[in-house]
């Protein structure tokens, strides 16, 4: 069974940009779950997707934001790019258990 | 963000020791507890989970053990081996927010041959 994917890998953008990342979950997984990973803060929780509709959010603000298609794959947009947004972010999908299967991440650099 | 991580404790054992990491969770409502692995480059990895009405559980090579009176917990690794180098993040989560899980800081495995 192919695990989550994430694309793209690696990610340069400059600042007042927008990005576009996307998941794909393992298949069979309704529920995606998006992640910011960095050195200072550590990994915190963005939002949560199940079938199409955000069931959980985290303190980010507005620029952030997904979406959750038919077929379970996620993507996720950060608007106006500043340096901070600089992160790992990671998407994990899961059956609706508890049981999260993450993914490799998208490397974004904000210059 | 809910998750503060600003510095990343440190262990360091020998190969073939075994290994302690430790972790303080913070809302006396968690009821699931999970232990991740993350090596460099990769997302993390699920190693073993507990839920609340349990204190000890173990899998092969590792045993998680739960105190819910001083929301403590516990990860024990038997038998260190130079693969298990990575960072270890402790994840609390409640029944109300499904899937809403908190992570900790995370602390970093190194193994010595």
């Known amino acids: 069974k192919a695990g989550v994917t994430q694309t793209p890998r690696y990610l340069i953008k400059t600042r007042g940009q927008q990005v576009t990342l996307s998941c794909s979950p393992i298949s069979g997984h309704r529920s995606v779950s998006w992640y910011q990973q960095t050195p200072g803060q550590g990994l915190q929780f963005l939002f949560e997707y199940f079938s199409e509709t955000q069931r959980n959010k985290g303190n980010f603000p507005g620029r952030f934001s997904g979406r959750q298609f038919s077929n379970s794959r996620s993507e996720m947009n950060v608007s106006t790019l500043e340096l901070g947004d600089s992160a790992l972010y990671l998407c994990a999908s899961s059956l609706g258990a508890f049981e999260q299967f993450f993914g490799p991440g998208t490397r974004l650099t904000v210059l | 963000g809910e998750s503060v991580g600003l510095h990343l404790p440190t262990l360091s054992v020998q190969e073939g020791d075994n290994s302690i990491i430790n972790c303080a969770y913070s809302?006396?409502?968690?009821?699931?507890f999970i232990w991740y692995k993350q090596e460099s480059g990769k997302g993390p990895q699920f190693i073993i989970d507990?839920?609340?009405?349990?204190d000890k559980r173990q899998g092969q090579r590792v045993t998680v053990l739960l105190n819910k009176t001083v929301k403590h917990l516990s990860l024990q690794i038997a038998a260190t081996q130079p693969g298990d180098s990575a960072v270890y993040f402790c994840a609390e989560n409640t029944e109300t927010s499904y899937d809403k899980v908190i992570f900790g800081p995370g602390t970093s495995l190194s193994v010595i041959p």
């Open positions: 507990i839920r609340s009405n349990m």
């Open positions: 809302n006396s409502a968690s009821d699931y």
